[in-house]
DNA sequence: TGGCGTTATTGAAAAAGTGTCAATAGAGTG
DNA sequence: CACTCTATTGACACTTTTTCAATAACGCCA
C-alpha cells in the first residue's frame, strides 16, 4: 500500500508461503471457496498470477493448503489438556476450544465452510482436526469414567461433537441469553446425557 | 434422447425450468456444486448454454435455485406432523426426515455440503429449511410440553439440530452397531435431556 | 390449411478465469 | 561493484462463463 507497486519486492520463499496462506484464510472469512479465485489473492496480495502457481501449483493445493493452515492453528493454539479428573479435563478442553473460536472467530468459520462443503482430502483435513480436540477428552478415558466405547457411543460422540461445533458458532454469533460458563456447562453436561439417552 | 437431436423442442417456459431444475438436482447427487458446470448441464439438457443464461442469469443464480429446489423436496416430502401427543409428533417427524434423507442420500448430502460451503444465500436457503423442520417442534409445543421457549432453549434446539443430521448421515453411511428404532430414539430421547441439562 | 407474429432457442463471439513458461530483476555475496 | 541465484513477472494458450443478434418452433387466425 504505502510502497510505490512499481516495483517487485523479493520475499524469502517462507515469508511469501506465510504471507499468501495468511491473506487466504483471512479472505476465506468472508466468502466462500469458490468465490477465492487466483485473480482475487494475486491483486489482493499485490503480486502476479503467475507466483501463486508457483508456490501452490493450483486452484485446488492452494485452497487445501489455505485449509490446512486454519486447522494447524486450531490444533496448536488450543491448550494440552490439564489434569485433574476426567470431567474436569473435558471443561478445559471445552473452554480452551471456545476461546479459540472466540479469538479467531473468522479463521475457523473459514475452515468449518470450506471442510463442509468441500471434496474428500478437505474433510479429512478438518476430520484431523477435530479428533485432535476430542482425543484429548477421551484420550485418558481408558477406563470409561466419561463415556463407554461401543459402536452406539462412537456415533453420539460425533454427533454431541457436532452440537458442540453448533453451540459455539451460535452463541458467539448471538451471545445474549446465556453466559459463557452457562454454555459451557451445558457442552460438558450435555455429553454424559446423550451418551445415558444412548445407553 | 428419442428424438432427433437435430431439431429445437420448444417447451413453455415453466416446462423448461422444471426440467433444467430436476435434471439440475439429479445432477447434484453425484458430483459438487463447482463441478456441475453449465456446459455440463446444457449437454445432459440436450439444449444450448445459451437457454440456461436466459432462464437463470449466471451460474450462481442457477445454482442457489437448484439448492433452493432440493430444499424445497425435503420441506414438502417431510410429511407435516401427525396429530398424538407432542412426543410421539416428534418421533413421526424425525421418523420421515430420516427416511427422507434415506431416500435421497446422496442428493441430500450434495445439498448440505453445497449449502454449508457456499455463499450467504446459498446457507439461508438451507438456515431456512432446517427450521421449518425445527419450528414444527416448537409451533405446535406452544405449553412447552417439551420444550420450553428461552433463549437458551433456542441455542439448545440449534445445536441438537446439528446434532440429529450428524447423527443420521452418520448412521446412513455405517449403519452398523445400532437399528434404525435405536436411532430414533436416542434422536428423540436426546432432545429433552439436553433442555434438561440447559435449564 | 397455410401464412404470421410471438418468443423460446440457438450459435458465435466476447469476457473472465485457470494454467504455463521463458524472460526479467531483486538481493545477497565475493 | 559486478555476478549469480532464483523469486517474480507478463504474455500466451486453454477452458469456462456470459452476452446478444439471429433463428425457428408453436399457437392463432383467416
Redesign the interface.
Given at each position: 500500500m504505502s510502497q510505490p507497486t512499481s516495483q517487485r519486492t523479493r520475499l524469502s520463499p517462507e515469508q511469501r508461503r506465510e504471507q499468501l496462506l495468511d491473506l487466504g484464510v483471512r479472505l476465506l472469512a468472508h466468502?466462500?471457496?469458490?468465490?477465492l479465485s487466483i485473480d482475487l489473492l494475486a491483486e489482493e496480495a499485490g503480486i502476479s498470477r503467475g507466483l501463486l502457481y508457483h508456490y501452490f501449483g493450483n486452484k485446488h493445493a492452494f485452497h487445501e493448503a489455505v485449509v490446512r493452515r486454519a486447522a494447524d492453528d486450531l490444533i496448536e493454539q488450543t491448550s494440552p489438556p490439564a489434569d485433574g479428573d476426567p470431567m474436569e479435563r473435558m471443561l478445559t478442553s471445552l473452554a480452551a476450544y471456545l476461546d479459540y473460536v472466540v479469538a479467531n472467530y473468522e479463521g475457523y468459520l473459514s475452515l468449518?465452510?470450506?471442510a463442509?462443503?468441500?471434496?474428500e482430502t478437505l474433510r479429512e483435513i478438518y476430520e484431523e482436526a477435530r479428533s485432535a480436540l476430542n482425543s484429548r477428552i477421551f484420550r485418558e478415558d481408558a477406563q470409561g469414567d466419561i463415556v463407554p466405547d461401543?459402536?452406539?457411543t462412537?456415533?453420539?460422540v460425533?454427533?454431541?461433537?457436532?452440537?458442540?461445533?453448533?453451540?459455539v458458532l451460535?452463541?458467539i454469533a448471538d451471545p445474549?441469553?446465556?453466559t459463557r460458563e452457562?454454555l459451557l456447562e451445558?457442552m460438558a453436561?450435555?455429553l454424559p446425557?446423550?451418551v445415558?439417552?444412548?445407553g
Open positions: 466468502r466462500s471457496l469458490d468465490e468449518v465452510k470450506a463442509a462443503g468441500g471434496n461401543t459402536p452406539a462412537r456415533l453420539v460425533r454427533g454431541w461433537s457436532a452440537m458442540v461445533e453448533e453451540l451460535s452463541w445474549r441469553g446465556i452457562q451445558i453436561a450435555s446425557a446423550i445415558e439417552v444412548a
